[in-house]
């Protein structure tokens, strides 16, 4: 019968591409694998990247979020002159006038002192759609009726959600939903009707949201101000909001994530490349002598190469749209996490991601299997026929002779010469598995530096056992929602911590707001007392506050103010003021990084109103800690205090970006592992007839396993080599990067977490990854039928 | 246990291997082989050569009945056993040689040494004795890629002898050959033999099988069609 050639998909071309195809069941397999696992990495880090670079903008894009929030004075201005400034010029569509008034919303229940719930900006609005600030409904949903109230997702009380009754003055109200307004134009909603009774009779400020046709920075923000200013009756404005300003307090979550995503984005798509690169081309190269054939037959160099495109690209296509469903799949998780962190209602892997991504990959495979394919097929026909299974011939005979003559088992000299008989599949494996050391060996040092950061980062986790001079009591029965009792008299709990056999030292620490170096609404200060010896913090630079009248600052608070280590900072309430002097610079996570801390004596004078206190307690050696904070507790129960063990921090950025390290970190492994098996299939296969001669002189299934894992091995020790000081030197510009980002200074030894022990086991990182890769088809070499390899060609 | 001479050195008993579906490669074959014969089995394409050779080397295991060589069976060796075994009691030379091309030569008679663990001297001293037996010790530190087929089939022999198996088999040793050099391989086995080496010989050759070979049994659709001793069929 005569191979016509005709097109891929019929006649010989088509028989050719199918036989190739069903032929090469193992290849065929690693093929899709390899797409699969690299398009999967690279949407996900891809759509993680992009998550990381703009979440608020398309957030706030998707929700037609207001550029410019104006306040009018109601009684100034009427609603239908409002309505007019949507013909300013620079405005592109506005929303509103909406009622909107300041409200404290309680539970229903007294509030203990110290817990004054702040005020919040409640809207009266009919629907949550419209032109502009589209909120999205999480929970619940939009309020109908008078007594309904829909929370905004950051003013959510504790313990709150659909359902919970709430009280705004003398209006009883009901929560009934739970919305996400990305430009935060509100804090709650409720129907327009409602807004008046909320306002006490008064006429409501009258509330207008505008997007501008121009509003990439403030100048043009501040020009749209204007021109609605200009367009209501003058004093009418009574406040104004850029996005802008929204946008930058968003964004300090987001920061974090950034640099780190990238790095495994880059590392991600670099190995999906290389491996892809890989499997394609060694697939090709190990068919030479197929193609030969081909040509014998009547095919052209040009269908040669069409058909190993094709051949390629099946599995290729196959891998590609499942690699493309297991990273949206695998993203829904991992996004959700990033949504939480960065504070939007959904981030979701963009679908251009979903189509270029796999596009790529087969555009990749079709042009790595077009290259070697139709360079073999220009090849004398001859030639290519006598080529046969390619076994690395004469290349670096030299070298293998000397490693022959190691005192080492046969079968391991044998395996450490392999990589030299083919040593551009032994480099571009070895390149593999470097990628993926590299990328265990980040891994490894983000996690232990985030680990450092959290426990670092928080300077009040102090001492063994903490006391919480408030608790939340049980609320009555058939209402399961914890209340807080009423703070216990600190003298009270000091002295029966006091008289607790095992307590060694013990502090005191309470939080309040201060005004202090000129900072808009203040800055977090906590106040010390007592015997810091157990009092954990890390600094930056300086050192911990001493005498009266010293204080450290966190990081962000210095940069932010421009006060330096060795400068006084002047704070006040309420006319009332104190100077301390900053002497260092305190490695602090909580409270964005604002918080002052100094010794209670240090703002005496202020008077300021504290939030109910902690103790720290630091238990005497041989003291076992929970059943001291148990003793404890039952001692402080009376007193309406309670003590446990100190806890670790817990944050959710910190949880959701080592979630994360882990998938990325596993995924690139996965596909280093797929690059080695591909490699080693393609050797074995090459080898073969070897295999079955040393198969037939006596090698044991177990020695041939020893020698392909050896050939690997070796190449995996190597790239554990290079792999490891790679890694720790991205982790070196990655960690002080997501330190900056979100304006800190990582503490020098946090970053420095590679100790010699870790750094060695790292090292065998490769060697792992590489043996792991080689396993199964070392145990496939091990099982060939000897007799059928002998006769191999 | 170490077998007695009087034992025969291989015994296939009931001996039957069939594939899948197919027609049976060897059927109910009884064999034996003294020490010191020289066999040569003879038969068409298909016949079940190949089969039994495979059977003796532990490459393959049989349907039915008992291989025994050299007092141990063959037939119930694990994978592990088998490549033991033909470390130690077979050596095999093929037609194509299936000598390692990136090895030099005495790398290649040494392997089945270094596999067994041999201490390297003696492998050393026994890897010269039998290059300097064999005629090719002048080629000990070139890749086998350079030799004559001739010479390769040299080298095969040596390496099949390194670790002095009681069993050496042969398959088409002179299929590849010219006719000189299939005259060298000829009288190299007959002089093996000569010394006391069994050997069973797969081969078209005829001339080959007369002149090497004190017995030869013929195999027709996987049965011995005839057995003799110091005959040769033309």
């Known amino acids: 019968m005569s191979a016509r050639p005709s097109g891929p998909g019929g006649g010989a071309l088509g028989r050719v591409v199918r036989a190739g195809v069903g032929r090469r069941r193992t290849q065929t397999a690693v093929m899709v694998l390899t797409t699969l696992l690299s398009v999967a990495s690279a949407v996900l880090a891809l759509g993680l990247l992009l998550a990381s670079g703009a979440p608020f903008d398309r957030a706030f894009a998707r929700q037609h979020g207001a550029h410019l929030t104006v306040r009018f004075d109601g009684a100034k201005v009427t609603p239908e002159r409002l309505a007019a400034t949507a013909r300013a010029t620079g405005v592109a569509a506005a929303s509103g006038p909406f009622a909107v008034t300041a409200l404290r919303l309680s539970a229903d229940r007294s509030a203990p002192p110290g817990f004054a719930p702040p005020p919040l900006t409640v809207v009266g609005r009919a629907s949550a759609g419209g032109p502009v600030d589209a909120v999205t409904l999480t929970e619940g949903r939009w309020a109908t009726a008078p007594g309904e109230i829909v929370l905004e997702r950051g003013s959510v009380p504790p313990a709150s959600g659909p359902g919970t009754r709430l009280t705004g003055g003398s209006v009883a109200l009901t929560v009934v939903g739970i919305a996400e307004s990305v430009g935060e134009s509100a804090d709650a909603w409720v129907v327009p009707a409602q807004l008046t009774a909320l306002a006490g009779g008064r006429p409501p400020a009258l509330q207008m949201l505008y997007r501008l046709t121009a509003a990439d920075g403030t100048a043009e923000v501040a020009a749209g101000r204007k021109a609605v200013t200009a367009a209501a009756p003058p004093g009418a404005v009574t406040g104004a909001r850029s996005y802008l300003d929204v946008r930058e307090a968003a964004r300090q979550n987001t920061a974090a994530f950034v640099p780190f995503v990238t790095a495994f984005a880059l590392l991600g798509l670099a190995m999906s490349v290389l491996v892809i690169g890989i499997v394609v081309s060694g697939a090709v190269g190990a068919a030479t002598r197929r193609i030969g054939i081909l040509k014998s037959l009547g095919f052209t160099p040009l269908q040669v190469g069409r058909a190993y495109v094709a051949q390629a690209l099946i599995p290729g296509t196959v891998g590609a749209v499942l690699g493309a469903a297991l990273g949206n799949a695998l993203a829904v998780p991992l996004m959700a996490e990033v949504a939480e962190v960065y504070g939007t209602t959904e981030v979701l892997v963009p679908v251009w991601v979903d189509l270029v991504v796999p596009a790529g990959a087969l555009a990749l495979v079709a042009g790595t299997a077009f290259g070697p394919a139709l360079r073999a097929a220009r090849l004398p026909t001859a030639t290519v026929l006598r080529i046969g299974p390619a076994t690395g011939g004469g290349r670096g005979r030299a070298i293998r002779g000397l490693l022959g003559r190691l005192p080492l088992p046969r079968p391991v000299t044998l395996g450490l010469a392999g990589p030299f008989a083919r040593p551009g599949r032994a480099a571009s494996t070895a390149a593999a598995v470097t990628f993926g050391t590299l990328a265990v060996t980040l891994a490894v040092g983000l996690g232990s530096t985030l680990v450092a950061v959290k426990t670092d980062g928080d300077p009040d986790r102090g001492g063994d056992v903490t006391v919480h001079t408030i608790t939340l009591a049980q609320g009555k029965p058939g209402d399961p929602t914890p209340r807080p009792g009423k703070p216990a008299d600190v003298a009270a709990v000091a002295a029966a911590i006091a008289a607790l056999p095992g307590t060694d030292s013990v502090y005191r620490t309470a939080h309040t707001q201060l005004e202090a170096a000129g900072l808009k609404g203040g800055a977090p200060l906590v106040a010390y007392e007592g015997d810091m010896a157990g009092s954990p913090h890390t600094m930056v630079s300086g050192r911990w506050f001493g005498a009266t009248g010293e204080a450290v600052a966190a990081s962000r608070f210095l940069t932010t103010t421009g006060v330096r280590v060795g400068d006084t900072v002047t704070l006040s309430e309420q006319g009332r003021t104190a100077r301390v002097r900053i002497v260092g610079e305190v490695f602090d996570l909580g409270d964005g990084g604002m918080t002052l801390r100094t010794g209670a004596a240090s703002v005496a004078a202020l008077r300021a109103r504290y939030q109910p206190a902690d103790f720290a307690v630091t238990v005497t050696a041989g003291t076992d800690a929970v059943r001291y904070a148990q003793r404890l507790d039952a001692a402080l129960s009376p007193l309406g205090a309670e003590a446990a063990v100190t806890e670790g921090s817990k944050s959710s950025v910190i949880r959701a970006m080592q979630a994360l390290i882990v998938m990325l970190t596993l995924m690139l492994v996965a596909v280093a592992c797929l690059g080695v098996l591909n490699t080693v299939v393609l050797d074995t296969r090459d080898r073969v007839r070897d295999l079955g001669v040393h198969k037939a002189l006596g090698m044991t299934p177990r020695q041939t396993i020893a020698q392909v894992l050896t050939s690997v091995g070796a190449l995996g020790l190597v790239s554990g080599l290079v792999g490891v000081p790679l890694g720790v030197a991205l982790h070196g510009r990655v960690m002080p990067a997501m330190g900056r980002a979100v304006g800190t200074t990582i503490p020098p030894a946090d970053i420095d977490v590679y100790g010699t022990p870790l750094l060695v086991l790292l090292a065998t990182a490769g060697v792992v990854i590489a043996t792991a890769g080689a396993l199964l088809p070392a145990g496939w070499a091990a099982r060939t039928a000897t007799a059928r390899a002998l006769r191999a060609e | ?234």
């Not at chain 2, 291989?10 to 490669?25: C, K, M, S």
């Not at chain 2, 010191?36 to 298909?46: T, Y």
């Not at chain 2, 009691?89 to 037609?95: D, L, P, S, Y």
């Not at chain 2, 001739?150 to 010219?178: H, I, S």
């Open chain 2, 1 to 234: 246990m170490t077998p007695s001479d009087t034992e025969p050195l291989i015994d296939l008993a009931e001996v039957g291997r069939t594939y899948e579906d197919g027609p049976a490669a060897l059927a109910a074959l009884d064999l034996r082989v003294a020490r010191g014969e020289s066999l040569a089995v003879l038969g068409p394409s298909g016949s079940g050569k190949s089969t039994l050779l495979n059977l003796l080397a532990g490459l393959d295991r049989p349907s039915t009945g008992r291989v025994t060589v050299d007092g141990l069976r063959v037939d119930r060796l694990s994978e592990t056993a088998s490549a033991r075994y033909r470390r130690s009691r077979v050596g095999m030379v093929f037609q194509f040689f299936n000598l390692l091309d990136d090895l030099t030569v005495l790398d290649n008679v040494l392997l089945p040494a270094q596999l067994a663990g041999t201490p390297r001297g003696k492998a050393a001293a026994r890897a010269a004795e039998l290059l300097e037996r064999l005629g090719v010790a002048r080629h000990a530190r070139v890749h086998p890629g350079r030799l004559s087929g001739g010479e390769r089939q040299r080298v095969a022999v040596a390496r099949a002898l390194m670790n002095r198996p009681p069993l050496l088999l042969a398959d088409e040793p002179t299929g590849a050959l010219d006719t000189a050099s299939g005259a060298e391989v000829r009288d190299l086995l007959r002089g093996l033999n000569a010394d006391g080496q069994t050997i069973v010989l797969v081969t078209h050759d005829l001339a080959l099988a007369e002149a090497c070979a004190t017995r030869t049994i013929e195999l027709v659709d996987g049965r011995v069609t005839r057995d003799d001793a110091r005959a040769v069929t033309r």
